[in-house]
């Protein structure tokens, strides 16, 4: 049944209507496979599909390639690994690119890879279902679109034997429901809306959360004259971004090829703790699990210091306890029972993937959007044609390798269709 469905979406041309409702948008049974997301995930396996000569259909719902990164980070993000482990498949970064990339170079280089292998996405698409239709071997994929300027959104289902979901562990932002929070007078924001201390100077902010984006805000706005106070609710590890003069990444990698990660984890924390010091004394308590064995384990990834840890220890960043409620006015209190004043908080209180929420299948992704390992093979590939490029928690190099499995895999099955395909056109002549 699925080779009949694969063999008609095959034959025809791309995406072909084949039941039009003029109210609703109608139905498009597309050539090759749907890609959910037009972010680093879905454009290198749009990619590497291209590489293999097969047809895809992108859905995006922004209105450009890379919304997280186009529209959803500060101004002075730079990639936080060297960018020999943030590539993409097939092509590296220019030569003249910065060992630590800034955003824009990131964007330029996309823009560059959407162009180089045609990935023109269907944008102000937004996916809002999808569900495996048994009978027909398809995926029926809803999504919904607005004309630019247009009040009126149209929806439209695209069918496919295949879907690939790249829409990314960052697609939602998590603000967490804290107590009284429309009483506090001052500005309340998520951590993907702020682009610069500039704004802040002055002011007393609170940033609660202590991941990566939390530390780098901290230090952006004490570089602009404003007073951060960091609320901590559990700890991290914070590690050097470089150590002997080359990435710690880097070198966790090459120790990762001999050691085990309990190991390599006890290295990492050895020398941190020889170039930073003891963390938990300014409170920075450290998780019981190691800073790589917990990234694989619970996806929390370790702090890269880029510069905070020193204004920690300075006293210029103030770490506090977590957050208990808002109390009215510009007060906050914390868990210890402590009150105090700012201006403006911000929530760096991280990401989650929204696919539970429209993939209709609970048994492919567990409540907290991450693809439920299929055995015996790993987390890109589920049942039925679907497949999952950029949830393996594993940044930017875990996505070019999703997307490289997941392309030959589909290619594997569109070449064979398409054989199928020529050779019953033969016969019938
Ligand atoms: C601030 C930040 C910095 C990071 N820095 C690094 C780094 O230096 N190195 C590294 O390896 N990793 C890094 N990561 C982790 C990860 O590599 C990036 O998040 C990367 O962008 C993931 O790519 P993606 O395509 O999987 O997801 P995204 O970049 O989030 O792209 C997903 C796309 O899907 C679209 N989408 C979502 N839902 C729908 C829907 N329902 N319908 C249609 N479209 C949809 C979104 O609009 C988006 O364009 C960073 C993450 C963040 C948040
Ligand atoms: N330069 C770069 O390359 C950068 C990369 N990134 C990456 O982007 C991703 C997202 O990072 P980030 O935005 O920092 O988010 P993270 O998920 O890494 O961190 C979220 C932080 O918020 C805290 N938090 C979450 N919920 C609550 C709550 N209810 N109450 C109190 N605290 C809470 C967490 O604490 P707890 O541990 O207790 O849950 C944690 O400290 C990561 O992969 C990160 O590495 C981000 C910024 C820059
Ligand atoms: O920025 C992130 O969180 C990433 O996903 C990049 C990344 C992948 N594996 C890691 C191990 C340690 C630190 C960062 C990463």
Redesign the pocket.
């Known amino acids: 049944m699925q080779e009949q469905a694969a063999a008609d979406a095959a034959g025809n041309n791309s995406p072909s209507k084949w039941e039009d409702s003029s109210a609703a948008g109608g139905c498009c049974l597309v050539r090759g496979p749907i890609i959910v997301g037009a972010g680093p995930s879905g454009l290198a396996v749009a990619a590497t599909l291209s590489q293999h000569a097969v047809p895809f259909t992108v859905l995006e719902r922004s209105d450009g390639i890379a919304d997280l990164w186009t529209n959803r980070t500060y101004d002075r ?4 690994l060297p960018k020999v482990f943030c590539e993409l498949p097939h092509v590296g970064f220019p030569a003249d690119f910065p060992t630590y990339p800034t955003k824009h170079d990131f964007l330029r280089y996309l823009r560059d890879y959407a162009a180089r292998f045609s990935v023109s996405p269907l944008f102000g698409h937004t996916v809002t279902a999808a569900r495996y239709d048994a009978a027909a071997a398809l995926w029926r994929v809803t999504a919904v679109s607005a004309a630019d300027g247009d009040r009126k959104t149209t929806t439209t289902e695209y069918a496919s034997p295949w879907l690939v979901v790249a829409s990314g562990e ?1 697609a939602e932002v ?1 603000v ?1 429901k804290v107590k009284g929070r429309e009483r506090f007078a001052g500005e309340v924001l998520h ?1 993907s809306a702020y682009r610069s201390g500039e704004r802040f100077k002055g002011m007393r902010v609170l940033v ?7 530390m ?1 805000m901290c230090l952006d706005l004490c570089e602009h004259g404003a007073m951060p106070f960091m ?4 700890g ?1 590890h914070v590690l050097p971004r470089e150590m002997f003069g080359t990435s710690t990444f880097g070198v966790a990698m090459k120790l990762l090829k001999w050691l085990p990660i309990k190991l390599v984890d006890r290295f990492l924390l050895l020398v941190a703790k020889m170039v930073l010091g003891d963390t938990e004394k300014h409170g920075l308590r450290r998780p019981k699990l190691g800073p790589l064995e917990i990234k694989n384990v619970t996806g ?2 370790p702090v890269l210091d880029v510069g905070a840890w020193s204004l920690i220890k300075s006293g210029n960043i103030k770490i506090v306890p ?2 208990e409620s808002f109390t009215g006015g510009n007060g906050v209190r914390f868990v210890d029972g402590n009150e105090m004043d700012f201006d403006a908080v911000i929530f ?4 989650k993937s929204n696919v539970p929420s429209w993939l209709k299948d609970g048994e492919l992704f567990t409540e907290d959007g991450k693809p439920k390992a299929q055995q015996p093979t790993s987390s890109w590939r589920g049942p039925n044609g679907l497949y999952c490029v950029g949830f393996s928690g594993r940044g930017l190099l875990g996505a070019g390798a999703d997307a490289l499995n997941a392309a030959a895999d589909i290619a594997g099955r569109w070449q064979a269709v398409a054989a199928a395909a020529a050779a019953a056109k033969i016969s019938s002549v």
């Open positions: 993000l730079r990639l936080h960052n998590v967490p951590s609660v959360g202590c991941g990566n984006s939390g780098e609320s901590v609710r559990s991290v929390k990834s977590e957050v760096a209180t991280g990401y």
